[in-house]
């Protein structure tokens, strides 16, 4: 299944022409057959992946459903199904998902930093500016080195017309 996935992934990220799209629905085919044959949670979260490259939402949501009903503390899944949800525009729930995958993923990897970034994505969009910013000050603690939050954190301050701190970050 990690071969298939690896393949179909290298495929629609090059956006090959249409000639290859019949192989790489053919290889999808086979993807899904065979995560049917071995339901692992980490070979749901892999398929969810590529339907959400080729903009299949539903069936981005059903397999990480399945994923997660096989393993709650797969983070990878957590934090797709977060996307999925802030693509959807429900950004409560994509703050609830990247909340509980942040608490799982392992300190000093990138995607805790992309979790912090966000989740507090999710809360501006939500129009929660506060819980917005003690996210992006959380990350500043984490990585203090890391510039995005800054950045992140200036913009949201201009956003909520702090302009003398917003300045301080930039």
Known sequence: ???????????????????????????????ETEVDRHPT??????????????????????????????NPDNYAALGQLGLYYRRQGEYLKAAESFEKALRLIPNGTEPKIEAFANLAECYKLAGDYRASERIYRQSIEYMPDHPGAYGCLGDLYLDMNRYDEAEKLF
Not at 4 to 25: I, Y
Not at 52 to 70: G, T, V
């Open 1 to 31: 299944a990690y071969r298939l996935a690896k393949s179909l992934l290298s495929r629609f990220t090059a956006k090959k022409e249409s000639a290859d799209e019949e192989s790489s629905m053919r290889i999808l085919r086979n993807l």
């Open 41 to 70: 949670s980490d070979n749901y979260a892999k398929l969810a992946s590529i339907y959400s490259m080729i903009s299949e939402p539903q069936k981005q949501r059903e397999a990480l459903f399945k994923s997660l009903k096989l």
